[in-house]
């Protein structure tokens, strides 16, 4: 296979696995001079997209995904927590932004939002957006209409991972369905959102397994803007606690691959950075890693602190990659003013949806 890529080529949406394969088979530097040729084609190398995940709603999930320590099935160390306030949540957008943060991400240990929940979370939706930050939010599986509400509201992004294969899905969650997955994305990219979509490696999977998780990204027609690769956090209480880890350099050649199959999108190093030294950090930003998330926490999962991600930026010659937006000065300006406390979880908190 050559190592050049024609970038007046169409997006392809036709791979098949044993293609795909056959990326992963490639030499490690091949795969990696192919990435950063599709890399350079479609973006600035030397910028990365810093996005800010923030849980507005912790615990108590009724799915039984195998890796989520918010699943309810399982005994963890994570506490239920309640809805947060509208207020709180704008709190951590504006702090989020001037830590440089160019999209706040909102999620939800939900199966699917309730109806009593849809004007809470457009209210966030909409507060984020008049700070002048992208969009995005995690609430599980979407109907036609919640897709609707929530694109009139503004929100730019909608996150929904397929996680694995659909050959391993099974083994890893049974309370929905591959399909009920991809009718969730069909759902959002119908309303007219952008698609965040992505998976977990470490899962346990085999090497098919990961070529097959990507097939199914690439092939969606429009690709994921944004395409999240997460490496599995093992958490005590869950069943794979003890799951063998992932070779390091799998994961570098998940996100190469991801790269050359999917050009034009970004592709984010997410879950898992903790656990990963700065040389393979980089590593992951040479194959074409594009995209972060600042900040102390994933959700319920440790992430590098920010002033470590600057650091490692300033090391590299990298920037952080920009957006033009149309901010309402009056609400930015009272947000910010308002100060971060170190208030109990009861006090950030209310029973919006309990």
Not at 94 to 107: E, V
Not at 226 to 249: C, H, Q, R, W, Y
Not at 328 to 340: N, P
Request: with cysteine.
């Amino acid at each position: 296979m050559a190592n050049t890529i024609d970038s007046s080529a169409p997006v392809k949406h036709n791979w098949t696995v044993e293609e795909v394969n056959h990326l992963f088979a490639l030499p490690f530097n091949d795969l990696m001079f192919k990435a950063q040729l599709a890399h350079r084609e479609n973006f600035n190398p030397n910028e990365v997209q810093v996005s800010t995940l923030l849980s507005i709603k912790t615990g108590a999930c009724p799915e039984d995904c195998k890796y989520c320590s918010q699943s309810a099935r399982y005994k963890t160390d994570i506490d239920k927590e309640r809805l947060m306030e509208v207020d709180k949540v704008l709190e951590a957008a504006a702090q989020a932004k001037a830590q440089g943060s160019t999209r706040f991400c909102m999620g939800a240990a939900w199966r699917n939002p309730k109806e009593r929940d849809m004007p809470y979370v457009t209210d966030m939706v909409k507060g984020v957006k008049a700070l002048g930050l992208e969009t995005c939010m995690t609430l599980g599986m979407l109907s036609e209409d919640q897709a609707s509400t929530l694109q009139e509201a503004g929100l730019d992004y909608y996150n929904h991972n397929l996680d694995t294969s659909p050959e391993h899905y099974n083994q890893i969650i049974t309370t929905r369905s591959y399909q009920d997955r991809l009718d969730t994305l069909t759902n959002v990219r119908s309303a007219g959102m952008k698609v965040c979509s992505g998976g977990i490696v470490g899962l346990g999977e085999q090497a098919n397994d990961r070529a097959s998780l990507l097939t199914q990204l690439a092939n969606l027609s429009p690709q994921p803007e944004s395409v999240p690769i997460n490496m599995l956090v093992k958490v005590d209480g869950t069943p794979l606690a003890d799951v063998a880890d992932l070779d390091e350099f799998d994961f570098i050649r998940c996100i190469a691959v991801a790269r050359i199959m999917m050009p034009k999108s970004h592709v984010r190093l997410s879950a898992g950075r903790e656990a990963m030294n700065e040389q393979m950090q980089a590593m992951c930003f040479l194959a074409g890693a594009n995209s972060i998330f600042y900040g102390c926490k994933l959700l319920t999962a440790a992430n590098p602190e920010t002033n470590q991600d600057i650091a490692l930026f300033k090391k590299l010659g990298i920037n952080t990659e920009t957006i033009d937006s149309s901010v309402d000065d009056s609400v930015e300006a009272a947000t910010l003013r308002t100060k971060m406390s170190d208030q109990q979880n009861s006090d950030l908190f209310y029973n919006a949806a309990g």
